[in-house]
């Protein structure tokens, strides 16, 4: 297996600025664990991260004070389980920043299992906001670490491996797209890694306002769409007016296209275009399911080009990229039939 880090011109940058053993290694690790064909061992969703324990926790509390699930068992075990994670990476936060608040979050996980008595879900209410309160704070701290990963003395190299976790799971949470971030490194050059503030800024950009353009394929018409989408606008396929960006490079994709299309625009706040492409499909394919609800034989698709168009910056078209291989094998040939409509869920959302 290949990975981007190893590129030419990633190495030229970091040769060219002379980066310390520390540096690098941060910065090969970071983009390594971000790659999305890493081995799972090396991948982010393998990562320890104090944010993601905490987020899981908050989840699992707010989901048995709604509905009672996970139950009573399992919700202790995924909070000893959090509170555990939290403790891993005290020594990481007491060093980097953020040590007071991070002890104060391994003390409430770990205080929550032995207060869950009696009435449970009203604890669990009361106690949901307490743990979701910790997450902003520490992940303000992570976002620092930066600087003292950058310019401070050399760090064990277990807390640098957790720092390197933690920064690439909050990088993830905050939808920063992967590949996304390993162009900016070679547009940028060695500006990117000229300091701390320059690392920071490529990993977490100023969120920008983006217009995503697609070709929905199945109708001509998509009636009352802005009421579903605020903001979304939408022109028929070679109109001579069309209000929706990129009508021009959408129209040439949609040539092939022998049935009926729309084109349908939409607002989006994002790190990047093509986080902001993934925020869009996701929204629109969540808008024609009512559409579908609303006409069941009808098949409404989103197709695989899509425009993105921000202030001052010229149309980027991106076009939905797809795993193939030889031989596909399932997982198992026995699931049982009941599983089967949560495998079809998993993969539609897969789809989407």
């Given at each position: ?25 941060f910065l090969e690790g970071l983009l390594l664990c971000l790659e999305p064909g890493a081995y799972l061992s090396e991948h982010v969703s393998t990562a320890n991260s104090t944010v993601v324990a905490l987020t899981r926790a908050h ?38 920043g953020g040590g007071q608040q991070a002890t104060q979050a391994h003390a409430l996980l770990a205080s929550l299992p032995s207060l869950l008595t009696g009435t449970t879900s009203k604890a669990a209410a009361a106690y949901a906001p ?223």
């Amino acid at each position: 297996m290949r990975y981007s880090v190893w590129d030419k011109e990633i190495r030229d940058n970091f040769d060219r600025r002379q980066l310390s053993h520390q540096q690098r290694s941060f910065l090969e690790g970071l983009l390594l664990c971000l790659e999305p064909g890493a081995y799972l061992s090396e991948h982010v969703s393998t990562a320890n991260s104090t944010v993601v324990a905490l987020t899981r926790a908050h989840q699992a509390l707010d989901g048995h004070a709604a509905g009672g699930q996970p139950q009573l068992g399992l919700l202790k075990r995924c909070l000893r389980t959090a509170a555990s994670t939290v403790a891993a990476g005290l020594p990481a936060h007491q060093v980097l920043g953020g040590g007071q608040q991070a002890t104060q979050a391994h003390a409430l996980l770990a205080s929550l299992p032995s207060l869950l008595t009696g009435t449970t879900s009203k604890a669990a209410a009361a106690y949901a906001p307490q743990v979701h309160a910790q997450i902003g704070p520490i992940a303000a701290h992570i976002r620092t670490w930066v600087t003292s990963l950058w310019d401070g003395p050399a760090l064990p190299p277990d807390v640098l491996a957790r720092a390197r976790g933690e920064v690439a799971a909050l990088i993830t949470l905050d939808g920063r797209d992967p590949r996304s971030l390993h162009v900016d490194l070679i547009r940028k050059g060695s500006r990117a890694v000229h300091d701390a503030a320059s690392i920071t800024a490529v990993l977490w950009p100023p969120l920008r306002s983006y217009h995503v353009a697609v070709v929905v394929e199945g109708a001509h018409q998509l009636e009352h769409l802005d009421q579903l989408l605020s903001g979304a606008r939408q022109s028929p396929l070679h109109a001579p007016r069309a209000i929706t960006v990129g009508a021009k490079e959408l129209t040439a994709y949609a040539a092939t296209i022998t049935g009926p299309a729309v084109m349908v625009d939409l607002p989006v706040t994002a790190a990047d275009p093509t986080t902001a492409v993934v925020r869009a499909r996701r929204q629109i394919s969540e808008a024609l399911d009512q559409y579908a609800a609303g006409q069941r034989l009808v098949d409404l698709s989103v197709g695989r080009r899509a425009v993105t168009a921000a202030v001052d910056t010229r149309l980027e078209q991106h076009d939905l990229t797809s795993t193939s291989i030889s031989i596909a094998r399932p997982r198992t040939t026995h699931w049982p039939v009941s599983l089967r409509p949560a495998l079809r869920s998993a993969h539609l959302a897969a789809a989407a």
